[in-house]
């Protein structure tokens, strides 16, 4: 049996691992003044690192913030803020949208 080197044998975990596509998970909101949205949650490093809020208007990437409770996004202007399957926006520390429930 012919002998192949060690590093031979990572040719095909490599391979696969260069396939593998980023973590990415979306979730429908719809707020109580009918406001519907989604979030995306995606990674650069870790996951849940990033959140993309579409709405009517487009598209805002939210970079992952400290947050006392839950989780919280925000890229400063923007803010998405959320506890279990609730959630809410603010802009410029003024909630815009509350109430809003996920139905995933």
Known sequence: MPYLPAHYLL??????????KPWM???EYTC???YTFTITYSDTDNPGDIAILEDANGKTKLPRAPSAAGTRYSN?????LSTDD???IQQAGTVM??????GK
Do not use: R
Not at 76 to 80: S, V
Not at 97 to 102: R, V
């Open 86 to 88: 609730k959630a809410l």
């Open 11 to 20: 040719i095909p975990v490599l391979a696969l691992a260069a396939c593998t």
């Open 25 to 27: 998970h979306t979730y």
């Open 32 to 34: 109580a003044d009918n």
């Open 76 to 80: 400063g202007a923007l803010e998405f």
């Open 97 to 102: 949208h509350s109430e809003c429930m996920t």
